[in-house]
């Protein structure tokens, strides 16, 4: 439950400035187990480039920030969202992703800059909870 108040208020205190969202899709985003791709591509769009949600879904596919086989109501992995956060925010990464621009080393970045935390896997499906971490983390680095 702490966790739960710590990620809503992290959220509310660094996404809600940049766009305005109800809070009950926020506390629907908080309660989902696994978060879609068009979810994840609406918020981290919404926060990073200020996209509308009837145009980020596309201009994530446009820009190859997504798997080629990825539909909008398919469950979002963590590799994929590493590489979508890391695209939508410009972060750059070491050597090996800077290379590629790959999935594998996006979620290695994210991982080694504590982005992502704990034990996971980069086929693992993403929490809403966990999104919202991971959302904030690139907001608040943004910021700096």
Same mark, same amino acid.
């Given at each position: 439950m702490k966790r739960k108040l710590l990620t809503t208020f992290l959220f509310l205190a660094f996404l809600l400035p940049a766009f305005s969202q109800n809070a009950a899709e926020i506390e629907n985003i908080l309660d989902t187990k696994e978060i879609t791709f068009e979810q994840a591509v609406y918020f981290t769009l919404a926060a990073a480039l200020d996209i509308p949600r009837n145009q980020a879904f596309a201009h994530a596919v446009q820009n190859g920030w997504l798997p080629k086989a990825a539909r909008s109501t398919n469950?979002?992995?963590?590799?994929s969202l590493s590489l979508l956060v890391m695209k939508a925010?410009? +972060? /750059? $990464? $070491?050597?090996m992703y800077r290379i590629t621009g790959s999935r594998r080393y996006a979620f290695r970045e994210m991982k080694y800059r504590d982005f992502i935390t704990g034990r996971v896997y980069p086929n693992q /499906?993403?929490? $809403?909870? =966990?999104? *919202? =971490? +991971? *959302?904030?983390t690139a907001i608040m680095e943004n910021e700096q």
């Open positions: 469950p979002i992995t963590l590799s925010f410009d +972060i /750059k $990464g $070491g050597m /499906k993403v929490s $809403g909870e =966990q999104f *919202l =971490q +991971i *959302l904030s």
